[in-house]
């Protein structure tokens, strides 16, 4: 009983990454470029099986949205735009061998050097022992002493924000030049002036009323995620792109001249800035407030340490809110969120308007 | 200690997924696949809370809520390739 | 005698290799832009799961997951907490480097949406040959 | 608590047990059923038998367990929350992938007695 119990998990993985490979071989070798793209999301529904069975629920629920959602939605959306099939004529057969061996090889070593990196041989796989550094922020993560902890019993939010805070600012700078590349992209273009006619836009009735009642509840779900983002698995990013769902489903099953009564492009690029604004401040609040009380204290810095005795208080009347990750997770939740809702109005912008444009632009 | 006799049970959650996988690869037409795509979807929704149960750690049950959500997105966006509409309409 | 646990995570492990192995022969050799990209996002899917299995470990009966159900954790609890749950670094890395992929993904995507529009195809071979 | 908690544990198992049935039934329809439009019925039976019943069977079980303390009640919460997400979004999904299937021509209509949608399309009655 007990080794079933302990050895389930495992078969499950298993079955899932064999059944992941087969999706990668059909996605890879499909013609049909539609059907390349579900090939994928199969695959990246079982990633994130096995992501969940390796017991990362961060990555889960960064991940289900991202491989599972967003980008199958912008490939299909790309592929209806852009040409539907492949030709794959013309590849020759030798160039295709020689690519295989030396891709083949490459992934051996680098595979082996994992595994010998990592110092462990193929009789105890995985290690039972964690390494030092993991242990000592396991430990540290909700410690009865403020200088060395982060206040939060969630350890990787504390990584993600307190310990590591320069790598996750500048991952969201990057994520905010890539949507000022697609502005840039689409400048000059707008969505057209239309009234929106419920008979004739959109889909049926069903769809629109159950999206009518779906709405609110996804957007309640998307805030409590990310609020609780210090707490439990999730956080800001999590949150917000739970809550992009309801901008495509706007978008998708009414129209976009429905969703476009709730909000333009530029509010929407108003909102993101008013979030990275947020995760500024939250970045240096600790030290604007050090620098009004004259005493010494960091950028990036939440609760006090050895020689910067100042910070934010870890709870306000018994709950827990672990000082800026509480303003991190709000700011970032409203950044990611607007993102998307600007990333998606852009792609529904019609075609002919935009080759207009651009022929416009060409002459 | 009631949690381990789950153990029987999944197997068969297992067999049904990988029924649908066989008919998600097979196809033969774009709607088939995606029909097959949502049912492993929705399986693999239960199997997650099944497994957050069975591995007693209740905090990881959140990805099953969100699993559901981008699920049904999929069969949105997949009935408006289908549809010949223009996409913002 | 090897534990059936650890046959059963070196298959895992090995299939995700081979994975790797497909979505990079997709990357090098098929024509269409799309397709390279979507080759591209399972070889990034690839590398996160190699980084998620360095945190792994094995414990009995099975791993728990770096949070704390607790808000005032006793010192066993602290204990019992440091040698049971999985290692918090590689998740944390992994979160920046999903959102990073996504971020290039779509910049791409984006990219060749416009190519499409200014040369009327998505093949490299024919986008090479033809000027401006 | 105590005693409803033997009660609460065996409707749970009872509810899973159905699940792993619909499950594998619905799983030998989708193979062996002719076109689309027929395996949109194996889809019911794995979505609303397959998943959501042992959703809420899972989150009755959790309730019992007393050894998780108050995250049980995170468990049970998130599950019901996650059976009401399926109960509305699952069959809506179905509806409008079969709308658009059938009006874009994409899936295969092959053993065919009658199809009287397509009569009214014709006479006027229904549009697109």
């Known amino acids: 009983m007990s080794d079933l119990y302990s050895l389930t998990p495992y078969v499950v993985l298993a079955v899932s990454a064999l059944a992941s490979t087969i999706a990668v071989y059909l996605a890879v070798t499909e013609k049909d470029l539609i059907k390349a793209v579900l090939y994928s999301a199969i695959q990246s529904t079982f990633y994130a099986l096995i992501f969940y069975l390796l017991v990362v629920p961060d990555i889960v629920l960064v991940y289900i949205p991202v491989a599972v959602g967003l980008l199958p939605a912008i490939l299909i959306i790309a592929v209806k735009k852009t040409e539907k099939y492949e030709d794959v004529g013309g590849v020759p057969r030798s160039t295709s061998i020689i690519v295989l061996l030396s891709v083949t090889v490459f992934t051996l070593i680098a595979g082996y050097l994992l ?249 | 200690m009631t949690v381990e006799y789950l153990v029987y049970f999944i197997p068969f959650y297992i067999v049904g997924l990988v029924l649908y996988i066989l008919r998600a690869l097979k196809g033969p037409t774009l709607p088939d696949m995606v029909l097959a795509i949502d049912c492993m979807g929705y399986v693999l929704a239960a199997l997650l809370v099944i497994f957050s149960l069975y591995l007693r750690s209740p905090l990881i049950i959140a990805c099953a809520i969100v699993l559901t959500l981008w699920i049904y997105a999929l069969d949105v966006y997949m009935s408006k390739y289908l549809e010949k509409k223009e996409l913002g309409e | 005698m090897i534990d059936l646990r650890t046959y059963l995570f070196t298959v895992t492990y090995i299939a995700i290799l081979v994975n790797t192995v497909i979505a990079l022969y997709g990357i090098f050799v098929r024509p269409n832009i799309l397709k390279k990209i979507i080759a591209l996002s399972i070889f990034g899917d690839c590398t996160f799961v190699y980084a998620i299995i360095i945190g792994f470990r094995k414990a009995e009966p099975y791993p728990e997951i770096p949070i704390m159900i607790t808000q005032q954790p006793s010192q066993e609890y602290i204990e019992h907490f440091v040698a049971k749950a999985v290692d918090p670094v590689p998740p944390a890395l992994v979160l920046t480097g999903v959102v990073i992929g996504l971020a290039v993904m779509l910049f791409l995507i984006f990219l060749s949406i416009q190519t499409y529009r200014l040369f009327g195809t998505l093949d490299i071979r024919k986008i090479v040959k033809m000027r401006g | 608590m105590n005693l409803l908690n033997p009660v609460l ?87 409008l992938l079969a709308k658009a299937a059938y009006f874009s021509k994409a899936a295969v209509l092959h053993p065919k007695a009658v199809d009287l949608l397509e009569e009214d399309v014709e006479r006027g009655e229904i549009r697109e």
């Not at chain 1, 041989?121 to 396991?138: C, G, I, M």
């Not at chain 1, 739970?242 to 001249?257: D, K, N, R």
């Not at chain 4, 065996?10 to 076109?35: E, S, T, W």
């Open chain 1, 115 to 363: 595994v010998v990196s990592h110092a462990i041989t193929f009789d105890v796989f995985p290690s039972p022992d964690a390494r030092l550094l993991a242990k000592w922020f396991l430990a540290t993560t909700l410690w009865w002493n403020r200088l060395f902890s982060s206040m939060s019993p969630e350890a990787v939010t504390a990584i993600v924000w307190d310990y590591r805070g320069l790598d996750t600012y500048f991952e969201t700078s990057v994520m905010y030049l890539a949507i000022i590349g697609a502005l840039a992209i689409a400048r000059y273009l707008d969505i057209p002036r239309k009234e929106y006619r419920e008979d004739v836009m959109g889909m049926s009735i069903i769809g629109k009323m159950s999206a009518k009642i779906i709405v609110p509840m996804i957007i309640i779900v998307a805030i409590s995620i990310a609020l609780h983002g210090h707490l439990t698995p999730g956080g800001g990013f999590q949150g917000g792109v739970t809550g992009a769902v309801t901008v495509s489903l706007l978008i998708f099953i009414f129209s976009v001249y429905f969703a476009t009564r709730f909000f333009k492009i530029n509010i929407a690029i108003l909102l993101r800035i008013i979030g990275l604004a947020g995760i500024i401040l939250s970045a240096t609040i600790v030290a604007i407030i050090g620098f009004l009380i004259g005493q010494p204290a960091y950028i990036f810095q939440n609760q006090p340490k050895i020689i910067a005795q100042i910070g934010l208080p870890y709870e306000i009347g018994g709950n827990l809110i672990s000082g800026t990750l509480l303003l991190f997770n709000t700011s970032e939740f409203l950044a990611v969120f607007m993102g998307f809702a600007i990333l998606f109005l852009l792609l529904s912008i019609p075609e002919e308007n935009v080759l207009e444009v651009i022929k416009g632009e060409v002459e």
């Open chain 4, 9 to 95: 544990t065996i409707i749970g198992y009872v509810l899973v047990g159905i699940g792993a049935f619909c499950q594998v039934v619905a799983g030998i329809g989708m193979n062996r059923f002719p076109n689309f439009f027929v395996r949109l019925h194996a889809a019911t039976i794995c979505t609303i038998g397959g998943s959501f019943v042992p959703i809420i069977g899972c989150s009755l079980i959790a309730l019992s367990i007393e050894e998780l303390g108050v995250t049980r009640f995170f468990l049970a919460g998130a599950g019901f929350v996650t059976a009401v997400f399926l109960l509305i979004l699952a069959p809506v999904g179905s509806h």
